[in-house]
Each structure stands twice: as structure tokens, then as C-alpha cells.
């Protein structure tokens, strides 16, 4: 029994900073940015939205597109690294959204849960609701990537930031594509990028030496909560390679075949931080399982880097980036980083691309190579289902791309800042973050949350 992806919805920040903008600002040659790496825009959060908005919106929209009845969905999972609470996962405020939009207990049965590991709990939530749909056929599940990819202000990642969800139904006989269930896996526990829990001492603060309780704390520290992750960039691209070339190659032992992997995908569908960085870092992977062998093991270490530079820079190389990497980085050119919803926006761009082009890929198979830092990859392909054009036919990628609201550069500063109070659009068929508890001691920090029509 074939079980994969029957729909897919979206929900995407709908401001974006132009990249230019955000060169020129910071005194970076635009060129490197747009040309180098990819990136023409970076979408970020109004002052309304947070990840369980974007989640929320992207999951209405999956329920409304495809008049999904909610006792039929039998499990909610949700792939994040933008938790806003260390115990209630944002499906749980999901669960809660749902219901205050389609009707009270109407999900009560439903079963609910976040998974996290940096960028790749999406596709962690998607193949355990693959293997639940196997062992229980006629039941529905849902997968919800949503997070926001925020890095210090001036920082190297800063040009990386976006902020959106995709949603995911998974079926049995799904109409859009199906996994086989092999599954190349590599990991390392590493610190490439991580978001640890930062103290200051409260003397800072206060300057008083007795740690005086301040404003209730009564711990001599006090534990900051920060969206920006530390991370080395360098770092975390060479651990980014080694874990997709282990993951590739165990996948190859798997499948059992010695034929070059990559030649039977028709697209290949990466984990984007940016969007080159799939074409920037699959040099090694197209050299290692050529079918004539481009490296032969013998160099030393400025050897190999200089040879894959070569192969990265020729036109074989150029042509296969174009044929099978190019149609998944249009949207990530446009949006920048979702984490986890990277790879599955990858996959939407892909499909609109082909969509639009009119090109049939009805059984092509397409290799998907996710990551998450941390960190693990995994590597696992799928076949593209006979109705998959009528399944996204109104989905309108690129279209809703294109609406993106234009912001300056000091606007941005300022939502960056948290300074922005008010939105700067005004919401519209939507749900908005209302407010926040302050006063009330047993609620303190809820999250509370209305739809806009
Ligand atoms: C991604 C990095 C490291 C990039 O770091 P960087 O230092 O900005 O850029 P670079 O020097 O690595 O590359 C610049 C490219 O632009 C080119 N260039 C230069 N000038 C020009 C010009 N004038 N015209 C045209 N091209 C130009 C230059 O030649 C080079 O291309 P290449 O060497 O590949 O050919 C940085 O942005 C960063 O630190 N980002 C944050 C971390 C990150 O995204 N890491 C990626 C791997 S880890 C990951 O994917 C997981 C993650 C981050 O999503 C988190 C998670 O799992 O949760």
C-alpha cells in the first residue's frame, strides 16, 4: 500500500525586506548575496504574527481547501524549532484554534505532538505519521512545519531569515507524491547551530551583591530565552555535507544498487537555508557517486576542496544544477529560511514550477536529502502521483509570492527590535496573536488568539 502527501497549503510572512536593501544597509556587495547565494528577499513576521499563527493559517487553509472533516484526522504532528513554550507544544494551541474555528471537542480525539531537532522535525513528524498511515490505512494524519528563522541583527545569518508553515495531509493512495520506506539516515550530536538557554547574572543588572529578588526572580541568574540561535556558519555547511553524503551513501546501501543514485531523480529536494546551498554543497555527492569516478580518493585535503570547486564550476555540473536543484530554490529565493518547512517549500516550488511550465512528472521520482544542525540528515525519494496537477492547482505559489508587502529598512530594524507594536498590514482572513496574560498569576504568558475575517 502506497502512502505519501495529498495536499499541501502554505502560509508564508507576508513582508519581506528586499535583499539589496539589507546589502547596501550592512556595506555587502549585493552581488555576493543575489549571485553567490541566492537570496532576493527574506520575509519576516508582522507584529501580529508568531509560529502559531503561521501554523494555525497554513493548517486552516489545508481544512478549508480540501474540505477535510476533522474527526477523520486522526493525528496532528508538528515539526518546529520555534517553540514559544518550553512545555505546551504549539499543537496543543492548534488543537485549541481549530476548534474555536470549526467547532468545540471537534478535534478531542485527535492526537497532537511537536517534534523537534533543529530543521529536520518535519520531515521527522512526516515519517512517523508515513509509518501510522501504513499500519492504519483508512486513517488521515497531518504534518505542520512553522517556524521563524531569526538571526542577530548584523550577524552572518542575517541574510538567511524567512518565517512561514507549510501543512501536510498524509494519506494512504495519496494524490500528490508517495515515499518508499528506505530511509538513509546519519547523525552526529554537534555544535553547528543550536538556540542554548543564555543567563545574565542579576548583579549585572541590579548591581546590588545580596541577589535582592527582581521582579520575582529570586535566582542569583536570570535565564534569557532568545529566536537567535548561536551558530558557526562554516561550521555548520561542512557538518551539513558530511551528514548528507553519510545519509546519501547509507541510503545507497539500502536501496542495495550500484548504479549512481541521483541519475534516477528527476529533481532533488534539499534541506535551503538559502537558496544555492543545496548547489553549493551537492559537488561532493554528484563527484563521489559519478558514474566515472571524479575524485579517486587519493588526494589530500586542498586537493579534494580544489576539485570540487573545479566540478562545481563546470558546465556538466551547471546543467545538472539546472535540470534537478533549480526548480526547488525559486521560492526559497523569495522567502529565505523556514527550518523545517524548507525542504516540503522546496518540494511546493518544484511542483508550481513544473505546474506552470506545463511539464508532465506524473512517476518521476524525485530524491529528497533533508538536514537538521545538530545534527542529522536524512535521505529518502518519492514518486510523483498521477493526479498531483489537480492537487495543486490552486495552491498558487508563486502567485501569492509575488503580493508580498515591501517593507523599508528601518521598519524592519524596528520589528526586528520588537519595537513595532502595531501591524504594519492590516490582517485579513487570518489568525492574529491577541494577547498575551500579564496580570492573572495562573495564566501568566497564555497566548490567546482570534481569526479575522
Ligand atoms: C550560509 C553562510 C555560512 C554563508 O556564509 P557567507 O560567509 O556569507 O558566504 P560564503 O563566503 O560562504 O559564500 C559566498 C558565495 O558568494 C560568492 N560571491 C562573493 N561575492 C560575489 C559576487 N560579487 N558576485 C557573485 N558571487 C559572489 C562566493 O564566491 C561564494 O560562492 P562559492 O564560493 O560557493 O562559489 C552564512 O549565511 C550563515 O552563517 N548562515 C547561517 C547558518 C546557515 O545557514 N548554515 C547553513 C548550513 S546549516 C543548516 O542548513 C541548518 C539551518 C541553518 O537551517 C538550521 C537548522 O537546521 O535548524
Keep these: 500500500m502506497k502512502t505519501g502527501i495529498d495536499a499541501i497549503a502554505f502560509d508564508v510572512a507576508k513582508l519581506h525586506l528586499p535583499i539589496k536593501t539589507l546589502a547596501l544597509a550592512r556595506n555587502i556587495e549585493p552581488e555576493k548575496l543575489e549571485k553567490g547565494l541566492g537570496l532576493l528577499k527574506m520575509t519576516l513576521p508582522d507584529a501580529h504574527q508568531d509560529t502559531v499563527v503561521f501554523g494555525a493559517n497554513a493548517l486552516t487553509k489545508l481544512i478549508q481547501d480540501n474540505n477535510l472533516k476533522l474527526d477523520e484526522v486522526a493525528r496532528i504532528y508538528v515539526g518546529t524549532e520555534s517553540a514559544i513554550d518550553s512545555s505546551k507544544p504549539i499543537s496543543s494551541f492548534l488543537i485549541a484554534l481549530m476548534e474555536q474555528k470549526f467547532g468545540e471537542n471537534s478535534l478531542s480525539e485527535c492526537d497532537v505532538v511537536d517534534f523537534t531537532f533543529a530543521c529536520i522535525g518535519g520531515v521527522d513528524a512526516m515519517q512517523n505519521c508515513l509509518d501510522f498511515v501504513q499500519l492504519n490505512p483508512t486513517k488521515k494524519a497531518i504534518v505542520v512545519t512553522t517556524d521563524f528563522a531569526k538571526y542577530?541583527?548584523?550577524?552572518?545569518?542575517?541574510?538567511?531569515?524567512?518565517?512561514?508553515?507549510?501543512?501536510?495531509?498524509?494519506?494512504?493512495?495519496?494524490?500528490?507524491?508517495?515515499?518508499?520506506?528506505?530511509?538513509?539516515?546519519?547523525?552526529?550530536?554537534?555544535?553547528?547551530?543550536?538556540?542554548?538557554?543564555?543567563?545574565?547574572?542579576?548583579?549585572?543588572?541590579?548591581?546590588?551583591t545580596n541577589n535582592e529578588s527582581w521582579f520575582d526572580n529570586l535566582e542569583s541568574e536570570i535565564e534569557i530565552h532568545k529566536d537567535q540561535p548561536v551558530f558557526d556558519g562554516q561550521y555548520s555547511n561542512q557538518c551539513y555535507m558530511d551528514r548528507t553524503r553519510e545519509a546519501y551513501f547509507s541510503f545507497k546501501k539500502i536501496k542495495n544498487t550500484q548504479e549512481t543514485v541521483y541519475s534516477t531523480w528527476t529533481s532533488i529536494v534539499m534541506h535551503l537555508p538559502y537558496a544555492f546551498q543545496g548547489r553549493r554543497m551537492l559537488s561532493e555527492i554528484y563527484a563521489l557517486d559519478a558514474s566515472t569516478p571524479v575524485l579517486n580518493g587519493e588526494e589530500n585535503a586542498s586537493e579534494y576542496q580544489n576539485k570540487l570547486k573545479e566540478i562545481s564550476k563546470s558546465d556538466n555540473y551547471k546543467t545538472f544544477v539546472s535540470e534537478k536543484l533549480q526548480p526547488a530554490e525559486l521560492a526559497s529565493s523569495l522567502i529565505g529560511n523556514l527550518y523545517t518547512g524548507s525542504i516540503f517549500m522546496g518540494l511546493l516550488s518544484t511542483l508550481a514550477h513544473f505546474y506552470d511550465t506545463k511539464k508532465e512528472i506524473a512517476s518521476e521520482k524525485f530524491g529528497f536529502l533533508a538536514y537538521g544542525s545538530g545534527s542529522k540528515s536524512k535521505v529518502f525519494e518519492g514518486t510523483i502521483q498521477p493526479e498531483w496537477k489537480s492537487a495543486i492547482a490552486n495552491v498558487s505559489l508563486f502567485e501569492t509570492l509575488e503580493k508580498s508587502f515591501e517593507i523599508d529598512f528601518e521598519t524592519y530594524e524596528k520589528l526586528h527590535k520588537k519595537e513595532q507594536k502595531q501591524s504594519i498590514q492590516?490582517?485579513?482572513?487570518?489568525?492574529?496573536?491577541?494577547?498575551?496574560?500579564?496580570?492573572?498569576?495562573?495564566?501568566?504568558?497564555?497566548?490567546?488568539?482570534?481569526?479575522?475575517?
Design 426 to 453: 492590516e490582517p485579513k482572513n487570518e489568525w492574529v496573536l491577541d494577547r498575551i496574560e500579564t496580570e492573572i498569576p495562573n495564566l501568566i504568558g497564555a497566548r490567546y488568539y482570534n481569526w479575522i475575517d
Design 152 to 208: 542577530d541583527l548584523n550577524s552572518t545569518g542575517e541574510y538567511t531569515q524567512g518565517a512561514g508553515a507549510v501543512a501536510m495531509l498524509i494519506t494512504s493512495n495519496p494524490k500528490i507524491v508517495t515515499f518508499e520506506n528506505h530511509w538513509g539516515v546519519s547523525t552526529k550530536g554537534v555544535f553547528d547551530f543550536f538556540k542554548p538557554y543564555r543567563t545574565i547574572s542579576k548583579q549585572e543588572i541590579t548591581g546590588n
